[in-house]
């Protein structure tokens, strides 16, 4: 992001292809060895998509900055749910 001088929202969006290939090959790789659940995985995938679905309506609702606000704080509460529980 600093170096090419992309906001959050914006580096966020260009890092779907690299992920969506890395998704499909492992996905692959896992299933051709007979180590998939099918059924949590429709049921991740339908998370998922909803999850970024709302999330990228509200990125882009309320901008950059709220979304820098809300993953410090998310951030934050992760670290110390680790440190201390």
């Known amino acids: 992001m600093f170096f090419f001088g992309f906001t959050i929202v914006e580096s966020n969006a260009t890092s779907l292809i690299p992920w969506l290939i890395l998704s499909l090959s492992s996905l692959y790789i896992f299933a051709s060895h007979g180590i998939v ?14 999850g ?7 990125a882009i609702e309320r901008g950059d900055l709220w979304v820098k606000r809300f993953f410090s704080v998310v951030v934050t509460i992760s670290a110390i749910k680790l440190l201390f529980f």
Not at 37 to 50: R, S
Not at 52 to 58: D, I, L, S, T
Request: glycine residues 24%.
């Open 37 to 50: 659940d099918y059924g949590k995985g429709v049921a991740i995938l339908i998370g998922m998509a909803c």
């Open 52 to 58: 970024g679905y709302f999330g990228a309506h509200v």
